[in-house]
Nanobody
């Protein structure tokens, strides 16, 4: 089992920045994929950014150049630095963990990000 605890959401004006953090605990395997998805009201959950334990990253086109995902493997923690935020970034952001190759997906409880215009 894996537990994910998120922090860092909140309310910010358009153009502002926020930093999300997510720490994984429990049975953590060294080869894994961690990242962030988001879900806005009335929309499906969508990928924001993911990072593999070896370093490769993948971003949604809508956040490229504005968001940066990093991780600290020693702390089992992933960070999402969000800059130049837009009202359309408003959503609940969910942390994600998956062991590469086998096993299911794990999700955090979600943290609200609201960007005002």
């Amino acid at each position: 089992q894996v537990q994910l605890v998120e922090s860092g959401g909140g309310l910010v004006q358009a153009g502002g920045s926020l930093r999300l953090s997510c720490t994984a605990s429990g049975t953590i395997f060294s080869r894994n994929r961690m990242g962030w998805y988001r879900q806005a009201p009335g929309k499906q959950r969508e990928l924001v950014a993911v990072i593999v334990s070896g370093g490769p990253t993948n971003y949604a086109d809508s956040v490229k150049g504005r968001f940066n995902i990093t991780r600290d493997n020693a702390k089992n923690t992933v960070y999402l630095q969000m800059n130049s935020l837009k009202p359309e970034d408003t959503a609940v952001y969910y942390c994600y963990y998956k062991r590469i190759g086998v096993g299911g997906d794990y999700w955090g409880q979600g943290t609200q990000v609201t960007v005002s215009s």
